[in-house]
Each structure stands twice: as C-alpha cells, then as structure tokens.
C-alpha cells in the first residue's frame, strides 16, 4: 500500500511539471491507474486558501490552464485566480448596446471553457444575457441576448457551439464560429465594468421553450454519447431532459425520485460513457443515458439538511460538495464512499475535505439573526480538478439567505 502511494505521489508531480507527450500523462490514459491514481488523490490534498476580497458566493469555476481558473460570484464579479501565486484579477463583464443596465444581479451562475480552450462562455452584465470572451488575453467576442429570465447554466458541445439554460423555462443553442472582431473593443463611458464588444449578438442556432414554470436548473454534456441533458425543475417535480446534440431534438426524459431541491447536474468525460449524476437536498441520482426510461441508482448524501451543491466526475470517483462545507468522494466502483485508512480498532472514517472559514459580512442580517451563534459553514456551490487531476478548486460562500461572504481554496 505504500509504494502505491508514493507512486501516486511521483506520479501527480510529473503530471504538473512535465507536457503532455511525457509518459505521465500516456499513463493516466489506462482506466484501472487512473481509478487508482482518483482514490489515492484525496488523502493526500490540503488546503490553500484564496483571498477573494469582499465579494460574494463564488457560484461557478472553470480552469483555463494548470495554474489559472476563473470563477463568477453572486455578486456579478468575474476573477481570474493564479495558483501559483495567489493573484487575482477581474475580467470586466459584457452586455449588449441595445440594453439598459439592470438592477436585478442574480450573479454569475455558470462558466463554461470550449474543449480547446479557446473561448469561455459565461454570464453578462444583465442576468438574461451572455458573454463570450476569447483566451488567453481576454477579448471581449460576443453576447448573447435570448433569454427573458436569468441564465442558470452554459455548456459546450463543440468548439463553436455551447447551450444555455434559463429561469424563464427555455434553452438555447448558440453559434460562435461566425463572431469576428472588426475593431477593438472600448469601455462605455457610463458604465466601466461593462465592456461593448465589436460584435454585439452571436448567432442562435435553435431554441426550446419548456413547460411554463419549470425552470432549467442544470446542464450536462457527455461527450461519449453526443447527448446533453437538461436538468428542469418546480416547486413540485424535477424531471431529467435528454436531447441529440446533433438535431437538438428531445430523446427521453427521466422523473427524478427525490424532487426537493435539484440543484446540479453533471456527466461523465473520463472513463463512464453516458452516465450522469444529479444532485438533491438528501440524495445523489445516477443515471444511465442508455437507459432512459428510469433512474439507475441512488445514494444518501451524508450532509441530508444542506443539500448536494456540486459534482465532479475524476475516473469513477463521483467528488461532491454540500452545504455544509465538505467535499466527499464515492467510489462508483465499490459502490460506497471512500474511506480514509482504518484504525487500530478495525472501524474506517468517511474520506472528506472539510473547508476552513472564508469571508463574512458582519451586516445587519448577521447581527439580527447570527450574532452569538458559531459562524455558518460555506456551502460548497462549485469545485472542479485540473487539466492534470492533481488539484482541486473548491469555492463557494455562506448557505443562509441573506448572509454575504465567500469561500476559495485550492486543495493540492
């Protein structure tokens, strides 16, 4: 056992350092090191904090290299985080020039990087519209102007084409690929974090309008099976979409068991074809995309009253994030949570990250309601690994409505 860690060990450092043609990277193509290499991953993890300042929730996060990310806040910032160091900066957001600014920040919900890490799709100025920038220096591309509502979720499916996903019930197909710059961008004099970009629109390819009340909560793309489903919720019901990504005509839907708050939704791009996870208050639910006539299992989140806030697939490690601050990892293999090692008593602890405290505003919702209580723990609203599955981002902010603050940290 402990030679298999320190080759764990060897092995995420010359992940990190060495390009992609060294043999470090052919290896962690073959599925069983791969299983392996996700199990050992976490007992090895610690935290490094990242100061983000006095903003609020950190709702979504992508990597755009081994040593950068990017993440958007409910307070409608996005930053760029430098690992290595520690850096952060702020992208300036985008809308239209045909659209007044708006009052209703709904935040930054989803950020979404292109498969060849090219362009990033993410949120507006305006809760209902989206902004495309080109990487790596942060050029303003294009918005996007088709939803009524705010935007819940953006994914990719190609290089040129992603899908949103919106409060007001529909979803949109979106084409890139003929958005070009014809001169530079400029800051618009009465509003100097919003950026007009030299194309105004970016081209939507089609678009669904679903059942009236029924929100889209969640995207997820699985690039094995050219599916995308779509996760749609109500007050009462929450119901899995699936759709061809070739026609973006519907295939199948699934009834999810447990309806109480569904809030992500994730597919696998490693090693499990066409299986999908969603996330509740009290249960995580896998599904088949083979078998679309039914949910495939489900297993008790161990954090029941503060919900799944996030999911991430790393070989057939399902990593979650709850509300209550931890980060837990089941082994879809084994069929149970992953354990540290047991004692010398024979009994086994669950293997999870527990986060340290962030920022909090001590506002007058604090005082009012939380003053002489111990601070609340921060729900963990996104996290996801590196390009070389050696690191985790975790970020995310305080569960209470009403309470302003923020959590981020890398786990390496």
């Keep these: 056992m402990k030679c298999l860690e320190m080759s764990s060990v060897r092995h995420m450092y010359d992940k990190e350092l060495y390009p992609d043609s060294h043999p470090a ?16 991953l976490p007992h090895f993890l610690k935290e ?7 903003t609020d929730k950190v709702f979504a996060a ?32 985008l809308r239209t020039i045909n659209t007044q600014r708006s009052d209703d920040v709904c935040g930054i ?19 209902n519209e989206l902004g495309v920038y ?8 294009a918005v996007g102007e088709g939803h009524a509502d705010w935007l819940f979720d953006v994914r990719w499916i190609s290089n040129n084409v992603f899908v949103s996903g919106s409060r007001d019930s529909t979803m949109a197909a979106w084409d890139v690929s003929s958005c070009r710059h014809e001169s530079k961008p400029s800051l618009l004099a009465e509003e100097a974090q919003a950026i007009e970009p030299a194309h105004r629109f970016c081209n939507v390819l089609a678009q669904h309008h679903g059942t009236e009340g029924e929100k889209v909560r969640s995207l997820a793309f699985d690039p094995h099976g050219c599916m995308l489903g779509s996760l749609q919720t109500n007050p009462f019901s929450a119901t899995v979409h699936f759709w061809d990504t070739y026609t973006f005509q519907q295939v199948g839907k699934i009834e999810m068991p447990y309806c109480v708050e569904n809030v992500c939704m994730e597919a696998d791009d490693t090693w499990n074809a066409h299986l999908y996870a969603v996330g509740s208050r009290s249960h995580v639910t896998l599904i088949d995309g083979r078998q679309l006539y039914r949910p495939a299992s489900s297993f008790k989140s161990l954090d029941r009253d503060c919900g799944v806030r996030s999911l991430k697939f790393n070989s057939y490690i399902l990593s979650m994030g ?12 084994a069929g149970s949570y992953l354990d540290i ?7 086994a602890r669950v293997c999870s990250l527990k986060t340290s405290q962030g920022w909090l505003r001590h506002d007058t919702v604090y005082r009012d309601f939380f003053t002489g209580y111990p601070e609340p723990p921060n729900a963990l609203y996104t996290h996801c690994y590196s390009p070389a599955r050696t690191k985790i981002f975790v970020a995310g902010g305080p569960l209470p409505l009403g309470l302003y603050g923020n959590y981020a940290g890398i786990w390496q």
């Design 25 to 40: 990277h052919q290896l962690t193509r073959d599925p069983d090191f791969s299983y392996n290499l996700a199990c050992q």
């Design 48 to 54: 490094k904090k990242i100061d983000l300042g006095e």
């Design 62 to 93: 992508e990597w755009i290299s081994e040593d950068e990310v990017v993440a958007g806040t409910k307070c409608n910032k996005i930053f760029v985080v430098d690992v290595t160091n520690g850096s952060v900066a702020e992208i300036p957001t």
């Design 109 to 127: 919900h989803s950020i979404a990087v292109s498969p060849e890490k090219q362009l990033v799709a993410t949120g507006g100025r305006n809760p």
């Design 134 to 141: 080109r990487l790596p220096e942060w050029e303003p591309l």
């Design 322 to 333: 709850t509300g209550a601050g931890h980060l837990y990892f089941y082994d879809l293999r």
């Design 341 to 347: 090692e047991a004692s010398s008593h024979g009994s």
